[in-house]
């Protein structure tokens, strides 16, 4: 099978009546929707519930999936009132193990570390994952009601979960963690429904929590317009010293969720915003998934051949290049990723809609680099997807310059470099500036550099440059690896 749906859902404690104790009530518009989603996913009755939370355990340097066969959850350390006559609600949630190995195998294979953490019983007084509780109390919560069953304070999820952290590391590499969980999803077999849970702006009034930030609001409505339109690509361009400014907790949950849904035709829908309390709380939903994946004999059933139906943005050119030129004026000028019909992708080469390499894509204009962002390792069912995404991510997410604005449209030129496969070396001399790209790393830390670029005139200029791309110092000691290129203009 395969996802079923995702949810934006904020988690303050408060909208849990036993610590809200009646502040909820000034939030309606949240516990509206929080009573929405919960009765929409138990009706759904998926396998298994993915989950993102910025307040599981994390890591800098690795995603995290908590392990164990099952999990107790409570908010008793909110400081709501707790006795023996009315405990606090207690959340019992099974992990599906299996999906959880999957998505650890799905991302090993694009050099994304992920860990399975080892499985414990909850401690008395340890501070709960609140950012997954409160969403999945609310599934549980319509559960029960759906069966018939009374309500009780021990609530047992009847939907397995996979609980996710985020991390340290970029935007885009929490986006390409999203994209190996949805190849893990879609090769699970199961029914899947994806949580991001996150808050924004924690900087909204000067009562709030963090006082008033000035490009809180802004930023929070830059997020809940992103949502409403589906446009995630969007969340990959803020500049960190905003998000620290604004205080912000669920960007990355949202960025993983854009990779999860990359590819997919859905129909999003912002649910509801409030900032009652300084911090703002959007729900949005993210229903009709569906993943086109026609096969080449599909394809070719349509019997449409190149020269029986034009393709106007095809026309004469390079058609790895004429593709990132079409990405990239579709994106900017309506913010919808392009999706290729069957006759646009019968049109293509062959090998751009049946095979799979990383790609790089590179702007310029006025001869004068304008945004460069490739993968090593591919991530899309093909090389067009490939060049799709990083074509657009090329022109909104290099943080090295603006997003591309629409009259700039038509001074852009156009670049794509189609990886081979890497190959270890054992030494610098075994490089050619000219016919080869160069890999260094050390550990977890790649750097990148292509080949037949001006002002790198020798190996070690280019090992040089590749270092200092991954932060490693240039006596640490590193692996080697090399690749060529077929160039595109």
Known sequence: MSLLSAYVMPHPPLAIPDIGRGSEAKIPQTMESYLRIGEEIALLAPDTIVIVSPHAITNVQTFLIAGGETEEMSLETFGAPHSAIEPLPILTIDHDQELARQ???KTAAIHVPVVISEGKRRVAGERVDHGSFVPLYFVAQAEMELAGRTFTRELHLNTKVVRLSFSGLSKQTHFEYGMAISDAIQASGKRIVFIASGDLSHRLKKNGPYGLAPRSSAFDKDVISSLAAGDFLRLLTFEDDLLEEVAECGLRSLNILGGVLEGADFEPELLSYENTFGVGYAQAAFRNVIRPSPSRGERNKAAISKSAKQIPWLSDQDPYAALAHFAVETYISSGRKPVLSAEELS???????????????????????RGCIGTIQPRAENIAEEIILNAIAASTADLRFEPVKEDELDSLEYG??????????????????????????????????????????????????????????PDEPVTLERFKVIRHK
């Open 103 to 105: 998505i650890k195998d």
């Open 416 to 473: 794509v470099d189609v990886l081979t496969q890497p190959e270890s070396i054992d030494s610098i001399d075994e490089l050619d500036v000219k016919r080869y790209g160069v890999i260094v790393s050390r550990g977890r830390r790649r750097g990148l550099l292509l080949p037949d670029l001006d002002g790198v005139d020798t190996a070690q200029d280019q090992v040089a440059i590749a270092r200092q791309k991954a932060g490693i110092g």
């Open 347 to 369: 049109a293509l080469p062959q090998e751009m809609t049946s095979e799979k390499a990383g790609t790089f894509v590179s702007l310029h204009r006025q001869g004068k680099l």
